[in-house]
DNA sequence: CAGCATCCCCCCAGATACTG
DNA sequence: CAGTATCTGGGGGGATGCTG
């Protein structure tokens, strides 16, 4: 069912785990999805509204590692005060896409993961 | 383009979210990995072996998360010395093919992750 | 064998205060 | 406005020892 894994080299295996688990984690997917619905760039502040509950350092320091792994872009505007815009990159839009279908599938099938539970729950009551 | 997230309820998307986020982190990645490709249920030993680099405890306990969100089944066999014996469920199955699907996305996209960080190193550079 | 219990440590999220 | 700098605590995770 993998064998497309033996096809790819450890480095690009763990690269794409990173990439996975990075982008799957709660605040990164948050950023993302903010910033895709909002279909234009966003200021700093207007992020730290939208992304809710998540503190100034660490919308900081996910948005820098978004920017490293090539999924937003970060302008600045050197006024003053400064004036800094985050956006998806192509990149990040199209991998967001993917992990939205991922999400949707999840959704989908949430009466799945109850079933599941119920069925393990009975096994346990006969037990 | 995600007008299918309004159609979905504030419980609906945190459960998903909590999915994926587990689903797609180091370990149970790993783990539901090992036990997708032995095709067969694996003793707590052998996953010790297969999944490099996991401690005892860690393992138990996402064992013991995979098996509560109902990816994965936990066999004992009451004997001495115990026997214990986990395998994919049907729905871990499913939802291991699904990240699958984002990981092959990702590892054929590595070199556009490349040229994203070359155009940026670029823009920096003549900056 | 397959774990639970315990101890310990370190990292990082989060809060607060400050700055160009 | 958009951050850095600094401090702190709580939790994840490693190592070890014990048990049914």
Excluded at 47 to 54: A, F, K, P, S
Aim: glycine share 4%.
């Amino acid at each position: 069912m993998f064998d497309f894994c033996s096809s790819m080299t450890d480095e690009q295996d763990g690269r794409a785990r990173e990439l996975i688990e990075r982008a799957a984690a709660k605040w990164p997917l948050r950023i993302l999805h903010v910033l895709s619905d909002a279909r234009a760039p966003l200021r700093f502040s207007r992020l730290m509204e939208r992304v809710e509950g998540i503190s100034q350092k660490v919308l900081t320091q996910t948005l820098r590692t978004l920017e490293r792994d090539g999924l937003v872009i970060r302008t600045l505007y050197p006024q003053v005060p400064p004036r800094v815009e985050y956006e998806l990159t192509p990149l990040g839009r199209d991998l967001l896409m993917q992990v939205v279908s991922l999400w949707r599938w999840i959704v989908e099938h949430l009466d799945d993961f109850d079933a599941c539970k119920a069925v393990k729950l009975t096994a346990t009551a006969n037990a």
